[in-house]
């Protein structure tokens, strides 16, 4: 009964501990007086008292072995009883620590008596130690560095720089320091008995479930030990099988060259013991390895790659989804946006993205035929930076893939839309990527360029390359490749030689620039527009044939071709489809003209020799001739923008 009292007294007293640790002062009378009603003995909280006095011993040790100059009971208690937390991070106590070493390595020439030289050496061994380890961190301080000399002066008494340490002043100030260092270190924690049991029972559960899960963990690595040892043993009792009946073969193939011949039987059963632990008993037997090509075959198909079967994702309600698209929240519209483009993203490639994308267009995801302003692809519209960008994001994704690029030049506010949001995004670079990078893969498609050379996105693209210094890699290489492929159209080049000047200057200021991705495309841009005369005749007033000739360089011989190429385009004479345009006169029936009225009428001696014209130097080979089809630039290293994710 005794015993009972006694722990029912204890915890009371745990209680009111906690509630005057918690300051419920109305709470703690209140309990006092119930306890007092009914009986009830309340411990007093001994166990603070005990660690007050625990800490002021451990004080008064420190103190004395700093008096002694005990350096292997100080430094033993500092370890000990100073927090790691404070040693490492609090840089008055790295100080302290510096000073204290300084103090027990001259200790014993402060106090000018004789003392043995092993144990001098221990503590300037000791010092080394520290300055070697924990003192590297101070070895940049004006005020330490003079002190890692110490260790190697022979007599620091009489050397100037260390004077001061044997001041009579210097140990009291040292040793008020650590008192005051000490005194607050080493105050008694105040947490509560109650709460640190609360702590206690939470970490040993924590100890608890971690023990439970190594405990699973560790079941499941035996039971994955006993798997690869079972495969283990199979696999060698096949090798050893395999040895027996490569050494009976190679005995056969020695015999067929003594004249020997291998009978149809032998054959038989030394096939059967190769397959009989790769096939069924029943198969193995009725198999005819006789007949040619049998086994080999077997062999061969043994060693294919099994395809693994792609699983196929679960089937979506999108009436459901298309209508929490509509008239959900931001967040809401900004998750689906995002679920959406991962399910296309993250899908494996080949049936099971192809079964994802057909879905989405079969669905009308993306609503192509909607005149409404509650389509999905005006969220590009959306006033919200998350919204706008999960659709350009989600766009992107649909042009990385040629069925997706097919489903969006169906949309027909689709361009309209982009080159609006490209051009006056200009707070959220992100989105502004997206749509520049999904026009890109749209100018694959020769609709999409038509469409996009009449909105005026090639003097856009044009001014945007201007400065070319403010963009990111990306944008560049995307910027570039794009406006190479508007430049590939015939309208393309008429654009541009609407403004061949400043064309001109902007694709030559580009070549210099330090991102060499961007050359092939913008070779192919200058390469393309040099077939437009009234380009060419700006261009040999800008000089840009030297310009292009500073660009050359020995190590880089596949741009010195190119650029071979851009000049003799730009000093071809070519002649100009138009000028046989929309004739006025036509020939009558069996009336001669053209090459045949020349021909047959007007027919001289040796008309084909002509004065040998001056020719540019020729490249080697047609391959490297700038490009002179639409592309799309290679994803780049360490991104998702070229194919989002």
Known sequence: MGDILATESDL?????????????????????????????????????????????????DLLTSFEDGDHKVFFELWTNHISPEVKDSDAQALSLEFYLYIHFTIYPMRKQFSHERGDYEDRVSLFKQFLETRGTALSQSTEFLPYYALPFVPNPTVHPSFKNLFQDSWVPQLKNKLEQFVAVSLKSPNTPRLLGLYVSFNLHNTVFTSMQQLQIQLAESDRRIATYIKKFNKIQADYHNLIGITAELVDSLEATVSG???????????????????????????????????????????????PKEVPMLPSLDYDKLKKDLLEGTDRLRA???????????????????????????????????????????????????????YMARLINAFASLSEGRVYLSQIPVLLKIMTETLKREGNDPVTREHVLIALQKLSLRRSQQTAMIEDGLIGWLVDELQDSDCLSDYTLEYSAALLMNLCLRTKGKRKCAEKAKHVLKVLTDLLGHENHEIRPYVNGALYSILSIPSVRQEAKEM????????????????????????????????????????EVLQPQPRELSGESLLTTEYLGIMTNMAKAKKRSPQP???????LQRPVTPRFPRNSNCGYVS
């Open 12 to 60: 009371l007293g745990m209680i009111k501990e906690y509630l005057k640790f918690e300051d419920f002062e109305e709470t703690v009378d209140s309990f006092d007086k119930e306890c007092k009603c009914k009986g009830k003995l309340v411990s007093k909280p001994l166990g603070s008292s005990m660690r007050d006095t625990k800490m002021r011993i451990i004080q008064k």
């Open 620 to 626: 080697q080979s047609e391959g490297d001739e700038p």
């Open 335 to 389: 998750l689906l946006l995002q679920a959406l483009r991962w399910r296309l993203t993250r899908s494996l490639p080949g049936e099971q993205r192809d079964t994802v994308l057909q879905a989405y267009i079969s669905n009308d995801l993306l609503d192509r035929f909607s005149n409404t302003q509650k389509a999905v692809l005006h969220f590009m519209w959306s006033r919200n930076d998350i919204v706008r960008q």
């Open 543 to 582: 000089s840009v044939e030297e310009i292009l000739w500073c660009y050359c360089k020995d190590d880089d011989p596949d741009l010195n071709r190119q650029i071979q190429f851009i000049v003799k385009q730009l000093n071809e004479d070519l002649m100009e489809p138009d000028l046989d345009r929309e």
């Open 260 to 306: 020997k011949m291998i009978s149809p039987e032998y054959l038989q059963s030394v096939c059967v013991r190769l397959f009989s632990s790769q096939m069924r008993h029943s198969t193995v037997q009725s198999t005819d390895f006789t007949r040619p090509g049998t086994a080999s075959s077997i062999l061969r198909a043994s060693l294919a790659p099994q």
